[in-house]
């Protein structure tokens, strides 16, 4: 639910913005590939693409409110507990603060392929400091528990990347195949571009 509710409060103000930076990178990045005569690998473009995508979300997400006021929270694990368990703003700012920072995790695990824990964990540390700093001179709140639970989202990010590797690793050779996983890739964009304009194509079947 949460996420849901992020999609749809960030959604309606950066869909602009991102269609934008969506048809640069992607003009850009397949006229390069055309008449450069490189290997496309279509998995690995749409994973850069929705990287992109997703940095640009995230930040909108940490800066676009709730500013005027500042503060800072140095004592870990204070406003954490300020929350009845469950609750709308439990929800929203613990869960809500790992979610965010999850697929930070999987990307940093993912572009420097590596098993090793502390490398995303540290590069999720420095940027959830940047961000916490950056909102504190917006006029928001630094507070040391955003940033406890961002690099746990981050860990978690890492996990997932770990246990997906895992996977794969144990799936048959076509199915590691680029071929195999370039085809996977087009048709999960063609379900949701049929769900997006409301074709539910599950229920002709």
Request: net charge positive.
């Amino acid at each position: 639910m949460v996420l849901k509710d992020i999609i749809e409060d960030v959604l309606p103000s950066i869909w602009p913005l991102v269609l934008f930076i969506s048809v640069v990178v992607v003009s850009l990045r397949g006229t390069y590939l055309f008449t450069g005569s490189k290997k496309t690998i279509i998995y690995k473009e749409v994973l850069g693409l929705i990287f992109i995508i997703y940095i640009l979300c995230l930040y909108h997400v940490l800066t676009y409110k709730n500013t005027g006021y500042g503060g800072v929270n140095l004592t870990p694990f204070k406003e954490m507990f300020r929350y009845t368990f469950g609750s709308d703003n439990f929800v929203k700012n613990i869960v809500g603060n790992i979610l965010l920072f999850i697929p930070f995790g999987f990307f940093a695990s993912y572009y420097l392929n590596t098993k090793k824990a502390w490398t995303p964990v540290i590069i999720t540390l420095i940027v959830s400091l940047c961000a916490e700093g950056m909102q504190y001179y917006l006029g928001r709140i630094f507070d040391v528990d955003d940033i406890i639970l961002n690099v746990l989202g981050g860990f978690l990010g890492y996990l997932i990347f770990v246990a997906l590797s895992a996977v794969r690793s144990r799936l048959p050779k076509f199915m590691k195949s680029d071929n195999f996983l370039n085809v996977l890739v087009i048709v999960i964009i063609v379900l949701i571009v049929l769900f997006s304009m409301g074709i539910n194509v599950f229920s002709y079947l």
